[in-house]
C-alpha cells in the first residue's frame, strides 16, 4: 500500500467484483455511495434518491469486501471493494469508475446523508456552477446550515475532478473530505450552493467518540494542511491540539488526552491507512452500552421539575436568541445541576444548546453519550480546575515550542517520501 501514497490503484488492483445494473442509456449525474455493512441504512438512502424529480442519474455503490450487493430497481453499478480501505478507498473507487464512465456531474454522498429535497439533483443540473453544495440539516439541529463538507452531497462536474485528482486514499478513514476541500480551493474552484436540503447525523463531539479522535481531530486536519502546504496553520492547530491534551491530563481525562497526543504525533509522521497501533484487518467491534445503576439515574419527578423550571424546548430557542439569554439560560441550568452532583446520570435535551456547558460546568466530566443520557465518569474540584488552567498558561511556551519542530518533522517526512495529492489517482 506505501506506493499507493505517489499514485492512486488502478480499478483493477482495489475491485474484486462489479455488478452493472444501469439503464442501457447511460444518466448525465453519478451519485455515489460508499456503504459499509449497512444495508438497512442503505436502502433509506435509495427510497430518498427514488423521490428526486430529475430522473436522468445513475447510482455507484462502493461496498466493503464482505457486503453483498443489495437489490434494488434503481439504475445502479454496484462495485465491490479489494481489501479494506476505508472511507477514502470507496470514494476513491467510486470517483474513478465516475470519470472512466465519464458522467457530466459527479455527486459525493456519505451513506447516512439522506437527501431530503425532492428537487436537490434537479438544482445541481440547473446550475452553471462547477462545484455545489446543499444545505444541511446536521440533526439533532433544527436549524439547517450551508454545506461545507465535499462528501455531504457535493456535486462537481467531471472536469473538477479531472484537474484536482481523486480523494487521498491513503487517509483511510476521517480527513479525506478536508483534504479534497483544499485541493479544490487550490485549483481555483469556488464552492456554491443550492437551497435544497439534506440532512446528516450530526457527529459527536470529538472529545466522546474514540474513533474521531483517533482518525479526524489531529490527524485528518493535521496531515491535510501539511500535504497541501498550509503550514502556518498546521502549526496553529498544532499547538492547539497539544493545549487541548495537556487540558484533559490536568482535569485528569488522561485517556483522552493520549488520543491528542498520538493523533498529533500520527500527523506529524504523515502516517497513513489504518494508525499502526491498529491492525489493519482488525475490525472494530461495537462498543457497550454501559446500564448505570438504578441509584446513580435522575428520577423521571426530578426530570420533569427540571424541565418545567428551567429547561428551554425546542419551540422556544428562537425567542431566547440573544446572547444574555443563552448565558442566563446556561447559567439556570449550571444552577440546577449542582443540585444532582450526587447522581451519575443526567437526561439531557439535545436539541437546546444550553443544555450541555450547563452540565460541563456543574460537573466538569468526561461525558459518555448513550441514548439521551449523559453518563458522569467523575467529578473534580474547583480547585482541581484553577490548579490545571495555571499549569495550562505555564506550559503553553513550552507548547509553541514543541510545536515548531513537530510541524518541521511532518515537512521533512513529506519531502523525503514525495508525499503529494496532486492528480491522485489520475494516471493510473
Not at 464512465?101 to 434537479?122: F, H, K, Q, T, W
Not at 458522569?376 to 505555564?394: D, K, Q, V, Y
Amino acid at each position: 500500500m506505501e506506493e499507493w501514497i505517489k499514485q492512486g490503484p488502478s480499478l483493477k488492483e482495489i475491485v474484486t467484483e462489479s455488478m452493472d445494473k444501469r439503464r442501457k442509456k447511460k444518466g448525465k449525474l453519478a451519485v455515489i455511495i460508499p456503504t459499509f455493512k449497512n444495508n438497512q441504512l442503505l436502502k433509506k438512502h435509495l427510497d430518498k434518491l427514488a423521490e428526486q424529480t430529475f430522473r436522468d442519474f445513475d447510482i455507484i455503490i462502493v461496498y466493503g469486501k464482505d457486503d453483498d450487493f443489495f437489490e434494488s430497481k434503481m439504475s445502479i453499478l454496484h462495485i465491490r471493494e479489494r481489501g479494506r480501505n476505508g472511507s477514502a478507498g470507496s470514494f476513491y473507487i467510486g470517483e474513478k469508475a465516475a470519470l472512466t464512465e465519464n458522467y457530466d456531474r459527479i455527486v459525493l454522498a456519505d451513506n447516512d446523508c439522506l437527501p431530503e429535497s425532492s428537487d436537490l439533483l434537479e438544482k445541481f443540473m440547473e446550475t452553471s456552477n462547477t462545484v455545489v453544495l446543499p444545505n444541511v440539516l446536521y440533526h439533532p439541529s433544527p436549524t439547517p446550515q450551508k454545506g461545507y463538507v465535499i462528501h455531504h452531497y457535493g456535486c462537481l462536474k467531471n472536469e473538477v475532478l479531472r484537474k484536482t485528482g481523486l480523494t487521498f486514499l491513503p487517509f483511510y478513514f476521517g480527513g479525506e473530505d478536508f483534504e479534497l476541500n483544499e485541493r479544490i480551493n487550490d485549483n481555483g474552484f469556488e464552492i456554491n450552493h443550492v437551497t435544497s436540503l439534506v440532512s446528516h447525523p450530526k457527529n459527536k463531539p470529538a472529545l466522546i467518540s474514540s474513533e474521531k479522535r483517533k482518525y479526524y481531530c489531529g490527524r485528518g486536519e493535521l496531515e491535510s494542511l501539511l500535504i497541501n502546504g498550509r503550514y502556518a496553520r498546521a502549526l496553529i492547530f498544532t499547538i492547539l491540539y497539544l493545549e487541548m491534551g495537556l487540558a484533559f491530563f490536568f482535569t485528569g481525562k488522561k485517556n483522552l488526552a493520549h488520543e491528542l497526543f498520538r493523533s498529533v504525533w500520527n500527523a506529524t509522521g504523515m502516517e497513513f491507512f489504518k494508525s499502526r497501533y491498529e491492525p489493519q484487518n482488525k475490525v472494530p467491534e461495537p462498543a457497550k452500552a454501559e446500564t448505570p445503576k438504578a441509584d446513580t439515574i435522575i428520577s423521571e419527578e426530578e426530570i420533569s421539575d427540571l424541565k418545567n423550571k428551567h429547561w428551554l424546548s425546542a419551540a422556544n430557542q428562537n425567542r431566547n436568541n440573544t446572547t444574555s439569554r443563552r448565558i442566563s439560560s446556561v447559567l439556570s441550568r449550571f444552577l440546577d445541576f449542582r443540585k444532582y452532583l450526587s447522581k451519575s446520570v443526567l437526561l439531557v435535551d439535545r436539541s437546546d444548546p444550553a443544555d450541555l456547558p450547563a452540565l460541563l460546568m456543574a460537573k466538569n466530566a468526561y461525558l459518555k453519550f448513550q441514548g439521551n443520557t449523559y453518563i458522569i465518569h467523575e467529578n473534580r474540584s474547583l480547585l482541581s480546575i484553577i490548579t490545571g488552567i495555571l499549569s495550562l498558561a505555564l506550559l503553553t511556551p513550552l507548547v509553541i515550542l514543541i510545536s515548531f519542530p513537530l510541524i518541521l518533522r511532518g515537512i521533512f517526512i513529506k519531502k523525503i517520501r514525495k508525499i503529494s495529492s496532486k492528480n491522485y489517482g489520475l494516471d493510473s
